[in-house]
């Protein structure tokens, strides 16, 4: 068993003017609504300015695009770097804090390391609610499971954090990726702009390598609230670190690269009754229930098979995380 250690350090950093109830966008000063109504990823945002900023990393990501494509169209190829059986995902837990309540315990980044080892091994107590026109394409065990390697909590003056990574950078006051190249990183802090989290993709610089998850959604238990207080969000986010798009595509009718999962016409909210179908070519009907939609916590509940074939090809030798299942 890995051994948890626990590491907490202060720090002073610039105030700014926002709080749970009456939040500010970092960037624009400009409040936002005092509640999150809707799920709000910020993966793909981040993701273009980070191609904005390294002219070299469209490159690197369509490399591993073609990497996958190969794994994805022999699945034979992946399932062999999986000779024990499982990955495991050594995880380190870094907490940003202001306020007691944003301190978040032990317990509540347990709930989130128990949340995303039930929802990658398909053993959510909701896995079976999946509907009959999809269950021929669940994903089943990914063999993937997470260990709480660390967690690291720094105080902070900062009242909300945006999407410009400042939270992962000592120089900014914020807490460092440990290991990277081996360890998963979270960062549990109070984002702002109604932001629910934001993870980055395979192939972006490994000093601003991991997930971030506003500490209000970051697991089952403790601050977290509803809609969002049954750790989907971190299910989600880690979806996209593992190389998962939107399952819209990011578009109307888009292409989140993955062959069995429906065109969707955009994200979806809430709870969508089922056998919602979209106006898509063949008028599919959206598979809501997905991980990588917007949908509530409470009614999102499994991966695709492809998007497990997806997933264990970053894993795989010459993959842009293969260091994670030597």
Known sequence: MRKLTLIVTTGLLVSISCNKS?????????DEPAAVTLRNCASNDVLQEQLKADPSLAARMESIEAFTRRISQNPAEASRLLPGGIIEIPVVVNVLYRTAAENISQAQIQSQIDVLNEDFAALNSDYNNTPAIFQAVRSGDIKIRFVLDQVIQKRTSKKSWGTNDAMKKTSS??????????????????????????????????????????NNAFGSTGTVSAPYNKGRTATHEVGHWMNLRHIWGDASCGNDQVDDTPQHNAANYGCPAAGHQSTCTGRPVEMTMNYMDYTDDACMYMFSAGQKTRMLAIFASGGPRASFAQ
């Open 22 to 30: 009456s939040r500010q966008d970092e960037s624009s000063g400009a």
């Open 173 to 214: 006051g914020g807490i460092a990726p440990t290991s990277p190249a081996t360890k998963l990183n979270l960062w549990s802090c109070n984002l702002g702009g109604g932001i629910l989290g934001y993870a980055q993709f395979p192939g972006g610089n490994s000093a601003t390598d991991g997930v971030v998850i506003d």
